[in-house]
């Protein structure tokens, strides 16, 4: 028997992981996949505080500001002094798996969840290791595997991500001529209520697209402003951008994905995945040395999380609703007015890919114009 169980080796369950290994906790972790970062979901960027709580020699390029492309077309380049990672993603997973698995977790591959069941004193998981039928028990399961979790939809029936959008990205074979700028387009020839992008990683660049309903000409308009690069690896999938209402249960916790805790302005899981997880540890250790795995004990997690970035979700996710709204036409005079000197200067200053609430609001404050935009967008509503 192992003390916990963790469902997914990405970088929530890895983090968890590490944390109560390092505790001295017999972890198991199953992983689907025959190895950890595959299929790569991401475009990998990151701040400052997720290398930090790492160390990953994964990072292939830092960036320092953004190219923002408008409905007609122009744009506005904006820029900060410090620095956005864009990291090789499967490595950077696979270098978080690592930290767990050097503190001390058993980690299996090609091994997939069947089934879960809590009962009595313990959790009981099934499930297949290279085609064979296996089963282990544990005081308590998290549930790190991702936006279809099957963990959720076994212990959490009725619970639901409420808004997800869909994701479509490739590496091209093509070198960015500024490397050290993201680019970001948005408008109705980009993405449904969300935004396309292209990120410089070196030799190669992600270009992708996400939104409410995907649309293959989405994509080529932004692939199209790139020599027609070969394409390398393609990925998608779904991408919830609303966290889900209770996170924990009865010996059971959801991290990362699985419980919606994703940034909604950005898609961006990385960071607040590996908040969750290591908010799930805490809360884990604190049950074990209570002897309490109960619901009512459990639900200190969900309130942890929120408390360190559930009011930052979910200013964002009032905020993405409000864009998700707007049209061509409004997008673009919002451009032309963050073209003017002062509002860039606020978006330099205070522009933070983990928190970006706080230069959201500054935005307003300067330049209230915006939120007639916002609030009464023209044509017709795009996203959901």
């Not at 997939?112 to 005081?139: C, F, H, P, Q």
């Amino acid at each position: 028997m192992y003390d916990f169980i963790i469902s997914g080796a990405g970088p929530s369950g890895s983090y968890a992981a590490y944390i109560l290994s390092r505790s001295g906790f017999r972890v198991l972790q199953l992983e689907e996949h025959s190895s950890v970062g595959k299929p790569v979901e991401c475009t990998g960027l990151v701040s400052k505080r997720v290398i930090e709580m790492t160390g990953t020699g994964s990072i292939v390029n830092k960036v320092h500001g953004a190219h923002i492309y408008f409905p007609d077309d122009s744009s506005i380049h904006i820029g900060k002094e410090e620095e956005t990672y864009v990291l090789e993603r499967d490595r950077f997973d696979q270098d978080v798996s690592a930290m767990a698995t050097g503190a001390g977790t058993f980690l299996k591959l090609n091994s997939k969840v069947n089934d879960i069941k809590v009962s009595g004193e313990k959790v009981t998981v099934t499930y297949r290791e290279n085609g064979n039928m296996r089963e282990d028990l544990a005081y308590a399961i998290i549930g790190a595997d991702g936006a279809n979790s099957l963990t959720r939809k076994i212990l959490f029936p009725g619970q639901r991500i409420e808004r997800m959008v869909s994701a479509y990205q490739i590496d091209g074979a093509t070198n960015m001529q500024d490397q050290d700028s993201v680019n970001v387009y948005l408008g109705s020839k980009y993405s449904r209520g969300f935004f396309g992008w292209a990120a410089p990683a070196g030799d190669l660049s992600r270009i992708g697209t996400a939104g409410f309903g995907m649309s293959r000409e989405n994509f080529k308009n932004i692939y199209g402003k790139f020599s027609n690069p070969s394409k390398i690896t393609i990925t998608g999938g779904p991408i919830p951008i609303s966290s889900l209402h209770k996170t924990s249960g009865n010996r059971s916790i959801l991290v990362g994905d699985a419980g919606g805790i994703v940034k909604p302005l950005s898609g961006g899981g990385i960071y607040t995945g590996m908040v969750s997880g290591e908010k799930a540890a805490e809360t884990l250790i604190k049950a074990y040395e209570n002897e309490d795995f109960s619901e009512k004990f459990l639900e200190t997690y969900h309130r942890s999380w929120r408390s360190s970035i559930g009011k930052e979700l979910s200013r964002d996710l009032i905020v993405q609703k409000f864009f998700a709204r707007i049209g061509d036409e409004s997008l673009t005079a919002m451009g032309r007015k963050l073209q003017k000197e002062n509002i860039r200067r606020i978006i330099n200053e205070l522009g933070d890919i983990d928190y970006p609430s706080k230069v959201v609001m500054q935005v307003l404050i300067r330049s209230p114009s915006i939120m007639r935009h916002v609030i009464f967008p023209k044509r017709d509503r795009i996203g959901k």
